[in-house]
């Protein structure tokens, strides 16, 4: 049996309707990932109403590169967040957590003497360890994340405000500072813009450029079909853009903040994670359907213990930035960060059911969240009109896209 | 049309449905006559669910072309709700009861009976009984839904249609999970519907049973009707030709295996209900399968076939006792994971709550239980799932647009494909199939015969449990029989007849 064939002409049953057939092979591609496009036309709205309403000043690299530093903190949560919700679980205690790991470093350094290496090092492993102890209860005891991270999300509080004692403590060292504040520094510099930053941009367009080619190769390779070349390259350029416009943005500011590197590599890496390791496939299919996933012999206890522990980490990696930009740590750290990271993940399209979200998804999320926040903070809008306003386009978001799946089948 | 419309209960005239870019219906016409049973019978994909779902209001007007009319009136659907007023009630093939609420609550679910909001239980208890004993179920009206098997499930659906007093009744493959009997009971009420003035219209994969009750029978082929036709003018042979376009000589290829060494042998097994204490599921089973055979499993439903393979499989049980080896090494109770490893794989006959990730793709699916034969390093080589996905598509003939459709909207049949190609793709030496063919059309099954034959060449030792009596006795080297737990009879399939074995599965004979 020739089955290259066979499949071949099971694919024409997606036939195009007349036309350009370039044109009908793009306008598919979009509507298969309307999803993901609906998400990211919300958030370029978002910014043009901004714009228009800040008479451009939100557009500014400036306030644009100080918006992606802002978003950093949940956005790293968000990340995290998005594979416990995927999974069909909910972690309500990193909030808390930011503000316990923030006050655990700065107790180490302000009140230690403790050196930046090392406290990183402890406030990770603090992490870790608050991830063990949650996913122990979670996985092998088989109460509710719900229940086990809202009992967290008390208790965590308490210690940071044990921890504090009610105050701030600051100051962080220079070297601790920086990770919340500092900024690639520059190769040549004498040079005009943040030249490292550009290079580093283009090195990124490089090898994204280079990886597509490279998977693209090995399909062929393998006999399989590939979309159109044409719009391939497309895809590759409008992506290739984006990178572009991100990077010179904050290249034409100050250079890229390192929290903001960071988020970056956590994003290509837990996307990584999702899509290409079997942990991550494991976890969408745990999500999808509990039973299914045991009767095809997947660890689930271990799977949801790990996915805990991650999480536990990155509340640490977020306390830290937090902690770092600040430049303190306070009783309140991290208050509701919670429930921006949650909303983070839905509006990148992760389902409340499990089962379905994706990483980038959840960046996307968080820039929308972050948006909002420093939008109507330009326009000194106060605080109880920013609530009101990140509640309300929460549920549009999410009625967005619902309405737009229900078309789409 | 210049024929006379009243001669019609029901028509659909010139349907077309597309899916993102994937045309389910091309051009789809259906009259269905006043009183009549109609048969809509079709191989997988062919369209017949999405018909329905068209038909009932499912999937609301505007989201197809075409029209439906109704004692002659055009209708306009935006809901099942709307279907429902005009006297439309129906079953879908994928079971749609909620699973934590009690039989009653299921059958009254949106139609409760209530005085100023507040639910008469009273009438509603007496209600569902009445209803229950229409389709002779006897069940407690409060037994939660999860508690009952898939037929039972199946039946309580029909009497909640049957409590619509509905006039059109559409059954979307009724008797896929239903044991022969069961079936035999169900065509039964069917036609005393009928008798009663219900229209129906009939979907099932059971060509022997669509032509026993069918008055009229109508062929979908890749979304287009292909004949309707009086029943009275077609033979099983004819619809199958007409459903695939070719003739098919021969039902069951049949192949003389020669059996090697014992590679599953259970010892003695005896296994406690995890839900009700004390209650013993399994009691002292022993048996052996051998690689290079197919043994089946008959039985009635709550025999425990089921039971015996997930008990095996370690998804089932409490208490258990006896001993498993597979291939020497014996198992552990209670480890899939396990299980699975020393080369046990178990197709289960609930696809979508066992089998399927839905929300997830083909290739994903077909990976679940062995992605690390696709990996290095923990890192998924994706071109490899691409090849073992598409090679099991084409092997199997999944009807899809492509590898990374959703497995939630593939029909019936091609997702019972996607679970075998799961276990395929493990490389069982045991392989257990819990019902393996149900809800697949008469081609497909021929070509997972052939696979299972294939298999057996190879030396997999297979296990086939089986509503189908044909089916058993048409696949198997070897039958064993289950009643109230235990095994009753085994037999060599060339001394196996339809009658011995039923008179074993409902108790009649004890063993001797
Ligand atoms: N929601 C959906 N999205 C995309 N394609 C769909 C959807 N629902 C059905 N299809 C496709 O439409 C075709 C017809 O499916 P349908 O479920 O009507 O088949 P069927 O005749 O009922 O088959 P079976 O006998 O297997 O139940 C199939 O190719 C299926 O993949
Ligand atoms: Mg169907």
Redesign the interface.
Known sequence: ?D??K??GA??E????TAGDPFLTAVL?SL??NMREYTMVILLVGIWLVFTYLTNGMFIEPRNLSNLFLQSVSVAVLAVGMVLVIVAGHIDLSVGSLVGLMGAIAAYLQVNLNMGTVPVIIITLLAGILVGIWQGYWIAYRGVSAFIVTLAGMMVFRGMVIKVTGGATISPMNHSFKEIGQGYLPKLISTAPINDSSALLGLVVIGLYVFWQIRLRK??VK?G?EVPDKKLFVLRLAATSLVIAFVFGIMTDYMGIPYAVLILMALTVLFNFMAE????G??I??IG??K?????????IRRTTMILFIIMGALTAVSGIIFTARLNAAGASAGNLFELDAIAAAIIGGA?TMG??GSVYGAIIGALVMASIDNGLSLMNADASLQYMAKGLILLFAVWVDIASRKR?? | MDCNQSDYLLEMVGIKKEFAGVKALEDVNLRVKWGEVHALVGENGAGKSTLMKILSGMYPVGQYEGRILIRGTEQSFHSLKDSEKTGMAIIFQELTLVKQMTVSENIFLGNEIARRGIVDWNSTYEFTKKALGEVRLDLNPSTKVKNLGIGQQQLVEIAKAISKNAEILILDEPTAALTETESANLLQIVLELKNKGVTCIYISHKLNEVLQIADTITVLRDGRTIATEPAGNMSENKIISLMVGRELTQRFPRQEHVPGPVMLKVKDLTVYDPDIPDKVALKGISFEARKGEILGVAGLMGAGRTELATSIFGTYGRGISGEIFLDGRKLKPGTPREAIKSGLGYVSEDRKNNGLVLTMDIKNNVMLASYESATKLKVINQNEVIRHSNHFVSSLRIKTPSLEQRVQNLSGGNQQKVVLSKWLMTNPKVLIMDEPTRGIDVGAKYEIYNIMNDLVKQGVSIIMISSELPEILGMSDRIVVMHGGRIVAEMAASEATQEKIMSYATGGVKRG
């Open positions: 049996m089955k290259g066979e499949t099971q694919r049953n997606g036939r195009n598919q509507r298969a090995s399909r393998y399989f290409k390791t079997v942990f496939r494991h969408y299919a999808g359907n039973e299914a996933a045991r009767f095809s012999g997947i660890n389902s089962g379905e789409a089948t």
